[in-house]
């Protein structure tokens, strides 16, 4: 008994389907038909009939009569002249402006309703929509404000429904292009509202719109066997609280789950490759996330504006990490490795103000590169918090923006690198100190701008670096709008006459000669001294009393790192 249930589900999800396909056909052969007969008065609604086609389409009332009011029933078909029509279309306008309509029943076999179908009308407080519905236009229902009730006597085939329009339209907000139950709240046939919505099992797609806006459902469920969901189809549900999407889901629409305020819990399937952009934009009360193994690309904002976010975990297989994630607030952004973190590609700043974790409980705090890196990507460590050290180990370049803004207070770059790009160490508020090796072919524009408290920099230079590799990299950006007038530049005795004569050098304070024996760089960083009693002085040739918990100093005329 349970498998013929079973199959018989099925067989109406199928066959619900094929009438989708089919009403969508019978609408486009109609499309350039020929209505002949216009304006009939039928039963209190007026009618243009194909004579050819046998179907019918609801329009306006004649000019100057009164327009339509109170309760309606649009049926599914309507004699005229002892021939039988078929009603397949709500007409453009027919019931716009009609603000004492109060109640609209419309009969299963109504496939269409055409663009601002019953747009004003401000008293409509109920809406029963039809079983075979193939096509509305978006904004149909624009301006019905008192609308409270939309029923939909078939879940399966309104995910179906194609809701469609001139343009997507990404959170204009009310009055632009709303959707059927954008001021509603939705409702089963048997009366019953729905607020823990379960899309039913056979459904392969829920289309764009299709929720939008509705202020009833507090829970989104998909089935396994919904493969697709379209644009902005969750947008703006203002107390939906949780969705658990499908473990088939394999596309997704931008904006899904844009502006859902109470939205806390959301359940990601790793078989959906791609987040898309916008995905839960200024979803607010969205503390934790976790981004599943199996996704590969995070589009552009998915996340932005989720202002409780303070938690993100993020899979091996993650290979795009676009812009637009914004503050997480100090919270953490867990990884699977430093290795796998160094092999995405940024498109822009991944999340502001978080510190990276290797596990629940492990922050990166001295962050050490593997061996297999060999390039730090643009905007990699840009923002984030808690960096007490960075090893560079065997990496040979230093991308653009990939530590901006981020918390290092002291930086030594090690012989193998041989580039560091354009802002990649900006905004660096801590920075006081740069050593930066004999080996950097290239450094690009804004390197160390606007770092305020930098006020040494030890460079063991032969030659001039290239500034960069745009024409708008000019070497004098370096490190504008950091003080350098007022910091200490040290230099091999033998370039000091020519970086005075070159900028950025001669903006320095001071230009002096490097310490003999002094050591520029820390090969891979991994000096780590214990603390011994021979004497210690600071970067600033100040002698130490004590020996400092950890941080660069001089000791033996040689720069050593205490961790």
């Known amino acids: ?48 009939l194909s004579s050819r086609r046998k179907t019918a389409r609801v329009v306006a009332v004649k000019a100057g009569e009164e327009k339509y009011a109170g309760e309606v029933r649009i049926p599914g078909n309507v004699d005229y002249q002892g021939e039988s029509y078929s009603v397949i279309m709500i007409e453009k306008e027919a019931f716009s402006g009609c603000k004492e309509l109060t109640n609209v029943y419309i009969d299963d076999d109504v496939l269409g309703i055409s663009y601002s179908a019953f747009s004003g009308c401000s008293g409509l407080t109920s ?46 907000g009310p009055g632009v292009a709303e959707s059927p139950l954008y001021f509603g709240r939705l409702y089963g046939e048997d009366g019953k509202e729905i607020t823990e919505l379960v899309i039913p099992d056979g459904v392969t797609e829920v289309n ?35 969705a ?25 399937p790793g078989s959906l490759k791609t987040i898309p952009q916008c995905f839960c934009r200024d979803c607010t009360s969205l503390t934790e996330l976790t981004i599943p193994e199996g996704v590969e690309k995070v589009g552009y904002e998915a996340f932005s504006g989720c202002s409780s976010l303070t938690t993100i975990r993020i899979p091996s297989t993650l290979k795009t990490f676009e812009y637009g994630w914004g503050s997480l607030n100090g919270g953490r952004v867990i990884i699977p490795s430093i290795e796998g973190w160094c092999n995405i590609d940024f498109g822009s700043s991944a999340v502001y103000n978080a510190t990276l974790y290797l596990d629940e409980n492990t922050p990166i705090c001295d962050l050490r590169f593997p061996d297999g890196v060999k390039i730090v990507p643009s905007h990699a460590f840009e ?77 063991n230079l032969m030659t001039f670096p290239k500034y960069g590799y745009k024409t708008w990299d000019y070497g004098w950006m370096v490190f504008e709008h950091s003080p350098i007038d007022k910091a200490t530049l040290y230099v091999p005795e033998d370039m000091i006459e020519a970086c005075k004569g070159e900028e950025p050098w001669s903006g320095f304070g001071q230009i002096l000669p490097l310490p003999t024996g002094t050591e520029t760089s820390i090969q891979g960083a991994e000096c780590q001294v214990e603390k011994e009693k021979s004497t210690m002085y600071d970067l600033q040739g100040r002698k130490l009393n004590a020996v400092p918990e950890k941080g660069m100093y001089i000791q033996g005329g040689r720069k050593v790192l205490i961790k």
């Not at 486009?28 to 038909?33: G, M, R, T």
């Not at 929720?211 to 459902?217: E, K, L, P, W, Y």
């Not at 930066?436 to 450094?443: A, D, F, R, Y």
Request: glycine content about 6%; overall charge negative; aromatic content about 10%.
């Open 1 to 48: 008994m349970k498998r013929f249930v079973l199959f018989a589900t099925y067989v109406v999800i199928a066959l619900s389907a094929y009438c989708d396909r089919a009403g969508l056909e019978e609408l486009s052969k109609d499309a350039d038909a020929r209505y002949d007969i216009t304006q009939v008065k039928i039963d209190g609604l007026y009618y243009n």
């Open 127 to 172: 809406i029963r929509l039809p079983r075979h519905l193939s096509l509305i236009n978006m904004d149909a229902f624009d301006g019905c404000t008192s609308l409270e009730r939309v029923i939909v006597p078939d879940l399966g085939m309104w995910c179906m429904t194609h809701i469609v329009g001139t343009s997507l339209v990404f959170g204009d």
């Open 208 to 242: 764009n719109f299709t929720f939008r806006g509705c202020r009833s459902i507090t829970s989104v469920k998909l089935p396994a066997s919904v493969e697709k969901v379209g644009h902005m189809a969750f947008s703006e549900c203002g107390n939906l609280r949780k």
């Open 244 to 268: 658990e999407l499908s473990g088939n889901l394999k596309e997704a629409g931008a904006n899904i789950f844009y502006q859902c305020p109470s939205l806390s819990e959301l359940i990601l």
């Open 383 to 459: 923002g984030y918090r808690g960096l007490n050290s960075i090893d560079f180990n065997k990496v040979e370049t230093i991308e653009a923006f990939a530590f901006q803004e981020s918390d290092i207070e002291s930086v030594t770059i090690p012989e193998p690198i041989k580039e560091i790009g354009m802002a990649a160490f900006q905004s660096c508020q801590n920075l006081s100190s740069v050593d930066i090796p004999s080996s950097i072919e290239i450094l690009a524009g804004n390197a160390f701008s606007y770092c305020p408290s930098l006020n040494l920099v030890y460079y």
